[in-house]
């Protein structure tokens, strides 16, 4: 079994990589209506919709950033805003259906391309592809207030 140290340099090498192919497929078959920003907050809000500040936190950037990232988004009929309550202050984002549409539509390409590298191994190495990707999934699908406070410098 190989060293941690090991394990955790290739994770380094090969993720960027792989995000890079990602990306690189996502602009294309995105044919210039969405930003990779703009398409992952797309993907978000197609999975749940959310507020405003959680959005900007998810990303990285500042509120108001993420305010205009989403009127982009409003103006061109992806994206909805929603009052909660009686409060205007507290406003729900989500998906129109065109932006479902376009936003599964952009998915399902990508993924039919990746598939088609992924169709070259042989049977066995699909299957430790798999079961990899399923421990990477459990490993980093459990948000760790510690680390995200530590990486930010927070503590």
Known sequence: MKKIEDCSKLLLEVVPRTMRLIRAEMRSFAAGDFTIPQFRVLGRLARQPSSNNDLAEWMGV???????MIDKLVTRGFVQRKVV???????????????LSRTR??????????????RSLTEKERAELTAGLLVLEELFSHSNTTTTANARGDN
């Open 105 to 118: 539509a952009i998915r399902n390409s990508v993924q039919s391309k990746l598939a088609v590298n992924i």
């Open 85 to 99: 309550g009686t409060d205007r202050r507290q406003v729900l984002l989500s998906c129109t259906k065109k932006g």
């Open 62 to 68: 500042r509120a108001p950033t993420m305010t205009k």
